[in-house]
């Protein structure tokens, strides 16, 4: 099994900024796509930015030019920086990766999530 603890979260007042982390850890192998979705109640979970194991981002509109994402892939660690804060980014962050056994078997896994309240 593969494992992802964030780390980071809090509240930030709007127009702060925060950072998040995420170490994989365990039967990794080999870890392609890591990515952050945020999760807010009584709405669906939404991809915020995403980076492949070379590097390619991708970023939802609404976060285009504020946040970044990063990985080290020597520490199997995908990390987001947002920055201008706006109370529309609150909800629960969480994690994903997706990778390949040793075997060659896919397994996707999700942290636990890291909860960003942003006030106005």
């Known amino acids: 099994q593969v494992q992802l603890v964030e780390s980071g979260g809090g509240l930030v007042q709007a127009g702060g900024s925060l950072r998040l982390s995420c170490a994989a850890s365990?039967?990794?192998?080999?870890?392609?796509?890591m990515g952050w979705y945020r999760q807010v109640p009584g709405e669906q979970r939404e991809l915020v930015a995403a980076?492949?194991?070379?590097?390619?981002?991708n970023y939802a509109d609404s976060v285009k030019g504020r946040f970044t994402i990063s990985r080290d892939n020597a520490k199997n660690t995908v990390y987001l920086q947002m920055n201008s804060l706006k109370p529309e980014d609150t909800g629960v962050y969480l994690c994903?990766?997706?990778?390949?056994?040793?075997?060659?078997?896919?397994?996707?896994?999700w942290g636990q999530g890291a909860q960003v309240p942003v006030s106005s």
């Open positions: 994903h990766a997706e990778g390949t056994y040793y075997s060659g078997s896919v397994y996707y896994s």
């Open positions: 365990g039967s990794i192998f080999r870890l392609n796509d």
């Open positions: 980076i492949t194991s070379g590097g390619r981002t």
